[in-house]
């Protein structure tokens, strides 16, 4: 969990200030509230106090946190900018109806404002966390004098509005803290900008981070993966009196908070009450197509490709040399000028974020047609859309100015209407056909010069790249025949920088044996380093591997359009004659497989590593089965091929046998890859596979690592079954505590660890059916929901010992050490 604000040294003052607390929700008229001394909401839920950041600092603040959770919170703080020096402050109702902080010198130091006085003024902390000011006989909200979730600090509670009022003039806003230790305004603010329509942003001072994107009816599509969550409910208001959003939870035991931390990213954060930690659950920005216009105007940003930048369909550099450089400040322009006295009109772009909105004009009452005209009749109007996708309602959208902060999303429904000069539009006016035919001959002998250009340069690079013809076209898997049509991303060159022949073989000492890092189904690994300084993994094709050069093509294509941090980067090829060569990042701790199963490394693993390395195998598998534009199924998820880098984060790596998949559920093949030991039995059996196989060998990994021990040829001296039916047996009696690693011991939640093998039963479930998608896994491992009760797991009957589980049909020989032993050539029954 990453390190979270005002957390470690509050903790030691919390059993302090629950000695001397009085139980009450209320300061009444002259009452004061002494430090050392707090109120708590009437439920028991938040708890108001002063407070100390920093144990070396006498700086004391009035703030507010959840009571029954540790490590605590602060999400209000009221003096965040004028502390108490010393612990002598005093927290007053006054008889001028505010409430009031006084130094130890007596002086006033903060204080609420009010419009209006009241016979008996009270404070109330309410359990939703709200601190109220009221009179003691008016219980109506629309009669507050003052509330704290009108004045956000930097954390947005549940039910708490992020907006404006219009009426009362009031902007409800985050603002981040200086530091952990310093809770004084920040420079990083999240608000709502009412400008155009309405869109939230994070702004640091006055420059724009990041944007949510417009409001299609149930969300902001540009705020990270929170459609379709279970623990929420989200509302957008959007009306002449206030404009805000807010969220809900659906169960009000389930703790959960939006916090703008001070480095400036959002996040939301989840309390686990098993493993009584705060979970970093979804951050933003959260990839780099998230940092507010990227790719300028008419630029359109997308994580699946490298670069990430490029222009919208008809539109161009307006400086290709500085693109070239990956400098995309200029932005892109159309390819043809608009000329609205001859007739434009518009083309459609989907599947995206759209853009800024700040410069746009909107009716909420509008058909989709209307707002059609509506920008015709306007030369100034740029574009159009309907905004409201997904809910009831239309809401037409009109920008009058260049279109900027536009990204790829893969699971939008949104979509944008630009004005294009008429003869982009591909009409059938007799003007465009002559324009056209004038240009074919000048363009048959344009067509005929490059075509020569082409073929001698191609002529001169044919020892370096012999394959690029075969890798634009189709992908194969295994060395089979077995084929699945273009799609979109076959339609789109593979951006990947071509390494010199030369440049590896001496970045690798000639392929020296002392750099050879390891070998699988593919060939030999070598470490390399580069004339920089940067140091590489080389994966060498080998000449007798049964994975072949479609396996090679496979995993130049997918890799190279995928981005995520629990996914390794392919940052280059080289193909010398018959030499077909793949350049990854270097993960220096290697494998996973090289620590969990070996007795001295294991212990470099304690639990929180290892939770750590679970989580992460999650979050990658739900971005290429989920997040990703090239939906895909690894098809060969194990231990060896999950990397870890520098601070033990994993990253999948080996995408040789992955398939692209589109709506399908399932789909069927000829041949079975993979290894032995995680491939579900529908699989193997009847060759079906979906992303339900992934999440099996998910379950399979989840297991490998909270044991220590491998599925395959896993024994027991009491049974003959498998390392999951072992599972399953001491789950059932509630030994789960002996699956353990025993290195773990000292290390582990126990909370943590038994949903940790409940989710990796859950995953290893007999029929795909009864098993989570990874959207689910991930959920399930970041709350503490109550989970289903698993049934038998696949493969459950006992074995044979004197079956020879090393033996396949695959003329790879595995090392017992290494888990490398790779199915190629199994048939399906």
């Known amino acids: ?33 002494a430090d050392g001394k707090t109120i708590i909401s009437s439920g028991g839920t938040f708890e108001l106090g002063f407070y100390s950041p920093d144990t070396s600092s006498n700086n004391r603040y009035v703030g507010i946190w959840y009571k029954q959770v540790s490590p605590v919170v ?67 909200p629309e009669n507050y004098l003052w509330q704290s979730f009108d004045h956000p600090t930097d954390t947005l509670l549940p039910g708490m509005k992020l907006g404006l009022d219009l009426v009362k003039r009031i902007n409800r806003y985050l603002q981040s803290s200086k530091s952990d230790t310093d809770p004084s305004r920040g420079y990083f603010t999240y608000q709502m900008d009412p400008n155009g329509f309405p869109q939230l942003f994070l702004m640091n001072d006055s420059i724009p981070q990041f944007r949510s994107g417009t409001w299609d009816g149930t969300q902001f599509i540009g705020s990270p993966g929170l459609n379709s969550n279970p623990l929420y409910t989200y509302e957008f208001v959007n009306t002449p009196q206030e404009i805000y959003y807010r969220f809900d939870l659906y169960n009000s035991s389930v703790y959960s908070i939006l916090t703008l ?127 409201d996708t997904t809910g009831t309602g239309s809401v037409c959208l009109l920008w009058f100015d260049n279109l900027i902060d536009i990204k790829k999303l893969s699971d939008s429904d949104q979509y944008i209407y630009i004005r294009m000069a008429s003869s982009e539009l591909g009409s059938g006016s007799n003007k465009g056909k002559i324009i056209v035919i004038s240009l074919v001959l000048p363009a048959a002998v344009l067509l005929l010069v490059l075509s020569l250009i082409l073929y001698f340069k191609k002529k ?51 392929f020296s044996s002392d750099n050879k890092l390891g070998a699988g189904g593919f060939g030999p690994v070598y470490k390399g380093i580069l004339v920089g300084g940067q140091e590489i993994a080389v994966k060498r094709l080998s000449e007798y591997s049964m994975q072949g050069l479609d396996e090679f093509k496979n995993e130049v294509k997918l890799i190279a359009n995928l981005k995520h941090r629990n996914l390794v980067k392919l940052l280059g090829c080289c193909i010398q004659a018959k030499e077909r060569i793949l350049i990854y990042e270097y993960m220096p701790n290697r494998s996973l497989d090289a620590f969990i199963f070996d007795h001295d490394r294991s212990r470099l693993l304690d639990w929180p590593k290892r939770f750590q390395i679970i989580n992460g195998i999650a979050r990658g598998l739900l971005y290429l089965h989920r997040d990703s534009r090239l939906r895909i199924i690894h098809r060969d998820l194990k231990a060896g091929n999950v990397l870890l880098d520098i601070d033990m984060k994993p990253k999948i790596s080996d995408f040789g046998m992955a398939r692209i998949f589109a709506n399908e559920n399932e789909a069927n093949t ?87 093998i409940h989710v990796g039963l859950l995953c290893v479930q007999q029929f795909p ?35 020879e589980p090393e033996k396949s049909l695959s003329s790879t020989k595995a090392d017992s050490s290494s888990n490398q032993l790779t199915v190629t050539m199994l048939d399906a029954r």
Not at 80 to 107: C, H
Not at 469 to 489: D, F, H, K, N
Not at 737 to 746: G, I, R, T, W, Y
Request: with cysteine; charged share 20%.
């Open 769 to 803: 059916d009864d098993r989570p998608s990874m959207s689910s896994v991930v959920l399930m491992l970041a709350s503490d929901r109550a989970l289903p009760f698993p049934k038998e797991p696949g493969y459950f009957t006992q074995r044979n010992l004197f079956f």
């Open 460 to 510: 001169k690079k044919k020892q370096q790249w012999t394959q690029t013809e075969q890798l634009s076209g189709e992908v194969q898997i295994g060395g089979s025949s077995e084929r699945y049509p273009s799609r979109e991303y076959d339609k789109e060159d593979v951006d990947l920088p071509l390494f010199d022949w030369q440049t590896i073989v001496q970045a690798t000492n000639y």
């Open 261 to 387: 931390n001070s480095n400036g990213v959002l996040q939301r954060l989840n309390y686990n009450s098993r493993n009584q930690d705060w979970t970093d659950y979804l951050d933003a920005p959260a990839d780099s197509c998230d940092a507010y216009g990227l790719c300028n105007a008419y630029g359109i940003c997308s994580i699946a490709s490298s670069p990430f930048c490029r222009c919208l369909d008809k539109f161009v550099p307006v400086s290709p040399v500085d693109w070239q450089t990956t400098d995309w400040s200029s932005g892109c322009k159309r390819r043809v000028p608009l000329d609205c006295q001859k007739g434009d009109g518009f083309l459609r772009y989907s599947g995206i974020k759209l853009p800024d909105t700040r410069h746009s004009r909107y009716n909420q009452s509008m058909s989709l047609k209307e707002c059609e005209k509506l920008c015709m009749k306007n030369c100034s109007c740029t574009a159009y859309s309907n905004s």
């Open 670 to 756: 000829k041949r079975v890859v993979g290894t032995y030991g995680y491939m579900p039995p529908e699989y193997v059996v009847d060759g079906y596979y979906s992303t339900k196989s992934d999440v099996y060998s998910f379950g399979v990994l989840v297991l490998e690592i909270v044991t220590g021990r491998k599925n395959r040829g896993f024994t027991h001296a009491s049974h003959n079954h498998n390392l999951l039916g072992h599972a399953w047996l001491l789950y059932k009696d509630g030994r789960f505590q002996e699956l353990v690693d025993d290195h773990l011991s000292k290390s582990c939640y126990l909370s943590e660890v038994l949903r940790s």
């Open 74 to 140: 602060v999400v209000w703080i009221a003096n965040r900018d004028v502390p108490v020096n010393g612990t002598n402050g005093l927290l007053k109702m006054t008889d001028q109806a505010k409430l009031t902080i006084f130094n130890g010198e007596g002086t006033a130091i903060w204080s609420t404002s009010t419009t209006r006085l009241v016979q008996k003024p009270v404070a109330q902390l309410l359990d939703s966390g709200n601190l109220v000011v009221k009179d003691a006989a008016d219980a109506n």
């Open 1 to 33: 969990m990453k390190s979270f604000r005002r957390i470690c040294c509050f903790c030691f003052l919390l059993p302090h200030f629950i000695v001397l607390s009085d139980a009450t929700d209320t300061l009444a008229l002259n009452e004061t509230l």
